[in-house]
């Protein structure tokens, strides 16, 4: 087993030398707080052009669709081999602590079967990241998009067109998360020559939450058909949207509570064994 270990780090020394180099143009723009294995991702990205990885698959198109709304479309592909490269790397790093740990083990049917499910876990549990990462995005969008609609209500109330008090609010924002440099993209293209509607629509897109498509298709049918009445009917739908993050706050609160419950568990074990400990000592020394 320790010839097989050597064989093995041998050839990811390989892989790491041929690689290395090759892919800096998709590797070094990465988050390392995002991909903790960045140094690492040569390797699987060899690794997959190696095998002659077409990235066409059904499997891959449904990847593509989940990459696209947390990365943008114009990045999807960039991230969708990255995506795949950090699985072939933990499926890598997983054979060689099965490796280690048949060092000490007896390989048999049971060791097998054991190693099979673990590798099959690292490859479920890199494609439930991607959904935890997707699961955020949309939190966070339905987090903010009240806040920002009650803004826009009050300009639009002031006045304003929807395109003005979009772009002031944007412009008066001081806070960075997803629904802002979503908005942030919408006054860029509208500036650059793109239709406000088509804006709207591709913003909509992009946010993939139902608060924020029934704003946009309000939005559209104010400029299609005009309508008196739009502030009015942004308030209302901004005391829908403060109602809906009223609840989300509530269901969070609860999952936290149920996630404590295992915690409390194991320190109510460890406070009766640490009270009972020294009554069952005493009583063994009797």
């Avoid at 190693?115 to 699961?135: G, P, T, Y």
């Avoid at 009223?246 to 406070?271: D, R, Y």
């Amino acid at each position: 087993m320790s010839l097989a270990i050597l064989a093995y780090l041998t050839a990811i020394l390989v892989l790491y030398i041929l690689s290395k180099g090759k892919y800096d143009n998709l590797v070094e723009s990465l988050d390392k707080k995002q991909f903790p294995l960045k140094n690492l991702l040569p390797i699987g990205l060899y690794i997959m052009d190696a095998i002659g990885c077409r990235y066409v698959s059904n499997y891959d198109r449904r990847l593509l669709v989940k990459i696209s709304e947390i990365y943008g479309s114009k990045n999807s592909w960039h991230y969708l081999k990255i995506h795949w490269a950090n699985k072939m790397v933990l499926f890598a790093l997983g054979v060689f602590v099965i490796l280690l740990i048949g060092l000490g083990t007896a390989i048999d049917m049971t060791y097998a079967v054991l190693s099979i499910c673990f590798l099959a876990m690292i490859v479920i549990l890199s494609d439930r990241e991607l959904d935890s990462k997707l699961k955020r995005r949309h939190l966070s969008i339905q987090w903010d998009f009240p806040d920002f609609l009650n803004k826009l209500t009050l300009l639009v109330n002031a006045g304003l067109t929807t395109s003005r008090a979009w772009e002031k609010v944007i412009r008066e924002n001081k806070k960075q998360s997803d629904l802002y440099r979503e908005a942030e993209i919408v006054i860029a293209e509208i500036n650059s020559g793109k239709s406000e509607i088509k804006a709207y629509e591709d913003f909509s897109r992009r946010c993939r939450t139902v608060e924020v498509a029934r704003f946009v298709s309000i939005v559209i049918q104010n400029i299609r058909k005009g309508n008196s009445e739009l502030a009015s009917i942004f308030r209302v739908l901004s005391n829908e949207c403060w109602e809906m993050r009223k609840n989300t706050a509530k269901k969070l609160g609860e999952e936290a509570s149920t996630k404590m419950v295992i915690p409390m568990m194991f320190m109510l074990v460890a406070i009766l064994l640490i009270v009972s400990t020294p009554a069952v000592l005493s009583i063994f020394k009797m």
